[in-house]
């Protein structure tokens, strides 16, 4: 499959040997440059700012800046800033940035983002506030564990069998 360039950012962290990244999605404007430059003072790594050339490599997908980009972060205000930049990561996470901190469940069903036919797990959230490069750390750190859905069924009401 071809790769596809997406207006998104792309950070990463570096877990197992391997660059474990988040692709930082929303419209122009909508805090993605911002995200990502308060998760590199998190100790993420930038892989990629304003465009993303995603690809499969291996059934995994995967994200690095074109070249003209690479190494490049957009400061609102100030202008755009050299940034070292690891040259690619896998796209293990999608962070969707919402407009207002009320478009954000408290606790949201497990949602994916489809691209180039394979799916991501995806996060929804407001990207100015304070707490999103660690919800991003852990939303990565609990991939795979499943621990939002073990939470969520603890709180569920006891199922009464039928007859009993």
């Known amino acids: 499959m071809a790769p596809e360039i997406h207006h998104a950012g792309l950070v990463a962290l570096r877990r197992g040997g391997v660059w474990s990244g988040v692709l930082i999605v929303g419209p122009s404007g909508s805090g993605k440059s911002d995200l990502a430059?308060?998760?590199?003072e998190a100790g993420f790594a930038?892989?990629?700012?304003?465009?993303?050339?995603?690809?499969?490599?291996?059934g995994r997908l995967y994200g690095r800046a074109p070249g003209p980009l690479a190494g490049l972060i957009e400061c609102r205000g100030v202008g755009i800033?050299?940034?070292?930049?690891?040259?690619?990561?896998?796209?293990?996470?999608?962070?969707r940035c919402e407009a207002s901190p009320g478009e954000v469940e408290r606790l949201p069903e497990p949602a994916h983002e489809t691209l180039l036919g394979l799916a991501a797990p995806l996060l929804r959230l407001w990207p100015f506030e304070g707490s999103a490069p660690a919800k991003l750390r852990r939303a990565l750190e609990?991939?795979?564990r499943g621990e939002q859905e073990a939470y969520q069924a603890s709180l569920a009401p006891p199922r009464r069998r039928l007859g009993a």
């Open 81 to 95: 800033m050299p940034q070292p930049a690891t040259p690619f990561a896998r796209i293990d996470l999608v962070a």
């Open 46 to 58: 930038l892989v990629a700012d304003d465009r993303v050339v995603v690809f499969v490599s291996e």
């Open 142 to 144: 609990a991939l795979g």
């Open 37 to 40: 430059l308060r998760c590199l």
